[in-house]
């Protein structure tokens, strides 16, 4: 089966600090994803790579980087936290850009 | 930007019944998803239908789409408690076919 791992289940943080996620995936999968989830706002695109050291902005890249120095591994960076990214983060792999998504347990990120 | 919209936003339903939700999208695509979300845990893809398909069966599950309407259904028979989820429909982004966009949601509870 297809593992997607993101490397918290939940992470609280102070505004101001720089804030990595981190998320391997084991298929050899070409595209990585970066969603956001809120309530009442479903899943948000942040970023997403095609290919390592390729990314692409997603609906809401602002505050956020990225990182893809390994195909395995998608890095989501806030390189200065605030409290409204605060928020349930999830990480997605897929063989094709626009096919399946095989999505990890998600972070949720509290922004103090 | 979001793609899809799922209706209703939320179903309560008795075990046994079927539950049927709908997404509607914007531009033209070439295949829709839907997925299914457990409280607080990440996406699980439940099946594609690609636009040349009308209608996918999987299982208790049920897909339709009208390309003329830019609609698609999602048909769960013979609903279980287990079925009580968020169920998502997933479009490309654009007709370059990149990441999938979601839509809010349609919260699915099924009762015993």
């Known amino acids: 089966d297809v593992k997607v791992t993101q490397s918290s289940r939940y992470l609280v943080k102070r505004t101001g600090e720089k804030v990595f996620l981190e998320c391997v995936q084991d298929?050899?999968?070409?595209?990585m994803f970066w969603y956001r989830q809120d309530p009442g706002l479903g899943l948000r695109l942040i970023y997403f790579s095609y290919d390592v050291k390729m990314k692409e902005k997603g609906d809401i890249p602002e505050g956020y980087s990225v990182s893809r120095e390994k195909k395995e591994r998608f890095s989501l960076i806030l390189e200065s936290a605030s409290t409204n990214q605060t928020s349930m983060y999830l990480c997605?792999?897929?063989?094709?850009?626009?096919?399946?998504?095989?999505f990890g347990s998600g972070t949720q990120l509290s922004v103090l | 930007s979001q793609q899809g919209e799922e209706d209703p936003q939320a179903l309560s339903i008795q075990e046994g019944e079927n539950a049927t939700m709908n997404c509607s999208y914007k531009?033209?695509?070439?295949?829709l998803q839907w997925y299914r979300q457990n409280s607080g845990r990440g996406l699980v893809h439940l099946i594609l239908?690609?636009?040349?398909?009308r209608e996918k069966h999987s299982g208790r599950l049920r897909v339709t789409l009208d390309t003329s309407k830019k609609s698609s259904s999602l048909l769960i028979t013979a609903s279980r408690a287990a079925d009580t989820a968020s169920y998502f429909c997933a479009t490309p982004q654009n007709q370059a076919g990149t990441a999938l966009i979601f839509g809010k949601g349609t919260t699915l509870s099924v009762s015993s």
């Open positions: 997605a792999s897929s063989f094709h850009l626009n096919e399946k998504l095989f």
């Open positions: 298929m050899d999968h070409e595209n």
């Open positions: 239908i690609r636009s040349n398909e």
């Open positions: 531009t033209s695509i070439n295949n």
